[in-house]
């Protein structure tokens, strides 16, 4: 949830309603959105590093201090509630990804990689398929106060893009050097640019003048996911998209261009992306603004959560009824996310600012 600023809390409700949405089409056997999920992703990535940055400017700290303060307490927001999840999905034998396996018990590394969310480090499964993201989250969080401090003494546009660029050339060369050798969704920095995209557009909120009408916001962003859509089905079937055109609503993980494209067009949605943010006025639709503030407060339970309750009442239940299946998910969904939100989320919040006050000698904290 991003305080006054609603535009954002758009982007991450969107984020967060993509990835919900590709899955439950996946558990119903429904084709057509591709991986139009990875997108949500994608633009989660974006969001984060915006609103972090935000965060750690209104902190107002600088040395060990910021580090430490960040640090704990993006600890306490992440790891709490991911922790429950992996349990839970061993306690109740849950697969992974339930509409294509069934449940496979997890080895002691593989266990201890996704406690500790150094899933892509050690290249094991995720035991909960969406919590494959955190890791590249929680690694980025120890270079966004870096990030942040060589900001402070090269504030610059310019300089930031040449942050961008190489952000872009590292996780290109890293591709180069390990293609072969490590599945490509496991490159350490495949999606730092990503997350650059994000801190490009915090900079350029401070310099540029909204001149955009906010409703517009939402069209741009809506063509975007549309845009990604359509790349993706060339992706899988190339020059013969529309050849039939049904072919292109399929799932298919296939790829018809060179597997580097993928980390490219990521890059290039990104950026876009950023890019865009600072462009619009806050959309001034209230009932869209509250629905969004709703929707990203208890967006990390929905991301973590969805996929146990998916399991539960489509596969599990045997309801019998597609419809009566995705009404009873979306219902859970939005119940258990609130419960996961105020049961854990935010007493872990508040214990890790409390901490992260006595941590800096007792320093009072926004």
Same mark, same amino acid.
């Given at each position: +949830?991003?305080?006054?600023? @609603? ?22 056997? $429904?084709?057509? #959105?591709?991986?139009?999920? %990875? ?7 974006? %969001? ?6 935000? &965060? ?14 960040? +640090? ?6 992440? *790891? ?5 999840? $992996?349990? #839970?999905?061993? &306690?109740?034998?849950? @697969? ?11 080895? /002691? ?14 290249? &094991? ?6 919590? /494959? ?6 690694? +980025? ?8 401090? /060589? ?11 040449? $942050?961008? #660029? ?8 890293? *591709? ?25 557009? /915090?900079? #350029?909120? =401070?310099?540029?003048?909204? &001149? ?20 993706? =089905? ?8 529309f050849v039939p055109l049904s072919g292109a609503l399929r799932n298919d993980h296939r790829i018809w261009w060179p597997p580097y494209l993928d980390l490219a067009s990521d890059w290039v949605f990104c950026c876009l992306s950023g890019i865009a943010i600072p462009l619009f006025a806050n959309i001034s639709n209230d009932r869209l603004n509250k629905l969004s503030k709703k929707i990203a407060q208890y967006s990390y339970g929905i991301y973590v959560c969805h996929i146990p309750i998916l399991w539960l009442c489509f596969i599990r239940l045997h309801l019998g009824y597609l419809a009566a299946s995705a009404i009873l998910s979306i219902f859970l969904t939005a119940l258990v996310s609130f419960a996961l939100y105020h049961c854990i989320?935010?007493?872990? $919040? ?15 904290? =926004?």
């Amino acid at each position: +949830m991003t305080q006054d600023l @609603p535009n954002l809390d758009f982007l991450r409700a969107v984020a967060v309603g993509l990835v919900f949405a590709e899955h439950m089409m996946n558990v119903m056997k $429904i084709r057509g #959105l591709g991986d139009i999920g %990875h997108f949500g992703v994608l633009l989660f990535f974006v %969001h984060t590093s915006l609103v972090l940055m935000l &965060s750690i400017e209104r902190l107002g700290l600088s040395g060990q201090k910021l580090f430490t303060t960040f +640090m704990v307490r993006r600890i306490f927001r992440i *790891y709490p509630l991911s922790i429950f999840i $992996i349990l #839970l999905f061993i &306690s109740f034998s849950i @697969p992974s990804v339930p509409w294509a396996g069934r449940f496979v018990q997890p080895g /002691w590394q593989e266990l201890i990689s996704n406690f500790l969310l150094v899933q892509n480090i050690t290249q &094991s499964r995720s035991i909960n398929c969406v919590l /494959w993201s955190l890791p590249f989250e929680v690694q +980025m969080y120890v270079v966004l106060p870096l990030i942040y401090s /060589w900001t402070r003494h090269f504030p610059s546009l310019l300089n930031i893009f040449v $942050i961008w #660029l190489a952000g872009v050339g590292a996780a290109g060369l890293e *591709y180069v050097l390990r293609s072969g050798k490590c599945d490509p969704d496991f490159l350490l920095l495949r999606y730092f640019p990503c997350f650059l995209a994000g801190v490009f557009a /915090w900079r #350029l909120m =401070a310099n540029r003048t909204k &001149s955009l009408p906010g409703g517009l916001w939402v069209f741009v962003l809506m063509f975007l996911v549309a845009l990604y859509r359509l790349v993706d =089905a060339l992706r899988v079937y190339g020059p013969n998209l529309f050849v039939p055109l049904s072919g292109a609503l399929r799932n298919d993980h296939r790829i018809w261009w060179p597997p580097y494209l993928d980390l490219a067009s990521d890059w290039v949605f990104c950026c876009l992306s950023g890019i865009a943010i600072p462009l619009f006025a806050n959309i001034s639709n209230d009932r869209l603004n509250k629905l969004s503030k709703k929707i990203a407060q208890y967006s990390y339970g929905i991301y973590v959560c969805h996929i146990p309750i998916l399991w539960l009442c489509f596969i599990r239940l045997h309801l019998g009824y597609l419809a009566a299946s995705a009404i009873l998910s979306i219902f859970l969904t939005a119940l258990v996310s609130f419960a996961l939100y105020h049961c854990i989320e935010d007493p872990a $919040i508040r214990f890790g600012k409390l901490l992260t006050t006595r941590l800096t000698d007792g320093i009072a904290l =926004a």
